[in-house]
Nanobody
C-alpha cells in the first residue's frame, strides 16, 4: 500500500511560480511515480513522470516550465512550476504504481489532489 499526500497548491498570477510536494510512503526506489492534473471541465492529463529506471518525462504543455524531482531520501516528490499560465489551472494529483515501469494514463495509487489557480 502506497500513501500519497500533496501540498503546496494555491493561487498565483500568470507568470508566477509554485512548488507542489507529495509526501510518499510504502513505495520503493524503483516505483514509477508522477503528477497528473484535472483542469476544470476537462479530463485528467499527465504532467510529469519519473519512471522506474529514473527516466524523467514531461508533457509538451509543461516542458521547459515544470520540473519534477525527489528529495535525497526519495520520500517527497516535488513539482516546481514556473511561468504559470491560466491554462495550468487544475487540481494536481500525485500518483504512483509499483506494478508498471512508467505511468501513462493512470496509476494504482493517488493522492487527494491540491488546487492550483492561475489568474491572468
Amino acid at each position: 500500500q502506497i500513501h500519497l499526500a500533496e501540498s503546496g497548491g494555491g493561487s498565483v498570477q500568470a507568470g508566477g511560480s509554485l512548488t507542489l510536494s507529495c509526501e510518499m510512503s510504502g513505495h520503493t526506489p524503483t516505483t514509477a511515480m508522477g503528477w497528473f492534473r484535472r483542469p476544470p471541465g476537462k479530463t485528467r492529463e499527465g504532467v510529469a513522470f519519473i519512471d522506474s529506471d529514473g527516466t524523467i518525462r514531461y508533457s509538451d504543455s509543461v516542458k521547459g516550465r515544470f520540473t519534477i524531482s525527489q528529495d535525497n531520501e526519495k520520500k517527497i516528490m516535488f513539482l516546481q512550476m514556473n511561468d504559470l499560465k491560466s491554462e495550468d489551472t487544475a487540481v494536481y494529483l500525485c500518483a504512483a504504481d509499483p506494478w508498471n515501469n512508467r505511468l501513462i494514463a493512470g496509476a494504482t495509487y493517488w493522492g487527494q489532489g491540491t488546487q492550483v489557480t492561475v489568474s491572468a
